[in-house]
């Protein structure tokens, strides 16, 4: 079975920073494209970055773009989101996700396969 654990979240003060970490089980993270997604409460989970299975390409939401950063390391099976700049909007439970149908990056929820159990971050103003 795959599983995707994230780590990393927390609690931090608007304009501080924060790295996740998504580690990975199982044979399918080097094949695969991943992304990072988020869900804040009464709302619908977004994308927020994707990084190609080589690590040459990555994606951004534009609520995110010049702060966030994403990048893998296929040698550990992690994927990281280091997140710089912190706003209270960025309060949400993120969520590391793996897409093994593709070598691609893709931005779109419903094309990856597995998922973690998420991560709390809080931004207090």
């Known amino acids: 079975q795959v599983q995707l654990v994230e780590s990393g979240g927390g609690l931090v003060q608007a304009g501080g920073s924060l790295r996740l970490s998504c580690a990975a089980s199982g044979r399918i993270f080097s094949r695969s494209a991943m992304g990072w997604f988020r869900q804040a409460p009464g709302k619908e989970r977004e994308f927020v970055a994707t990084?190609?299975?080589?690590?040459?390409?990555?994606y951004y939401s534009d609520s995110v773009k010049g702060r966030f950063t994403i990048s893998r390391d296929n040698a550990k099976n992690t994927v990281y989101l280091l997140m710089n700049s912190l706003k209270p909007e960025d309060t949400a439970v993120y969520y590391c996700a793996a897409d093994s149908g593709t070598a691609s990056s893709t931005t779109s929820l419903t094309d990856y396969d597995y998922w973690g159990q998420g991560t709390q971050v809080t931004v207090s103003s």
């Open positions: 990084i190609s299975r080589s690590g040459t390409n990555t």
